[in-house]
């Protein structure tokens, strides 16, 4: 049973069960313009090294670390002043406020 359990766990560090890769260039969505004139501008920036970075043109407006668990990334930074946790689904990635899913906006993978 030991080595049934340990293949499978082999198996799912390299079939990648931890999640998908987040790493690269995301552009927000906003669809009920939540957040004004420019932020079609911002990128959001998701490095392997699990740090991210939200740019608008040549202005860093934020910098996290930020964790991948199954379905959901959270950011972890006491600066963050729009969602910390995002629900992951395919390459974009949802705002997540009190358990529930915001509508109107999302990052969306270049």
């Not at 080595?3 to 995301?26: E, H, K, R």
């Not at 920036?45 to 970075?53: G, I, N, P, R, Y």
């Not at 002043?81 to 999302?106: A, Q």
Request: aromatic share 10%; net charge negative; charged share 20%.
């Amino acid at each position: 049973m030991r080595y049934l359990v340990l293949s499978f766990t082999i198996l799912c560090v390299l079939a990648g069960c931890g999640g998908p890769d987040l790493s690269g260039d995301y552009h927000i969505v906003d669809t009920a313009h939540s957040f004004g004139e420019g932020t079609e501008k911002s990128i959001l920036h998701v490095f392997d090294d699990k740090s991210l970075e939200i740019q608008l043109g040549n202005l860093s407006t934020l910098k996290a670390s930020w964790t991948q668990s199954g379905g959901d990334m959270t950011w972890d930074s006491s600066t963050v002043h729009i969602p910390g946790k995002y629900h992951i689904k395919d390459k974009t990635l949802i705002p997540v406020v009190d358990g529930k899913e915001v509508t109107g906006w999302h990052w969306q993978h270049d």
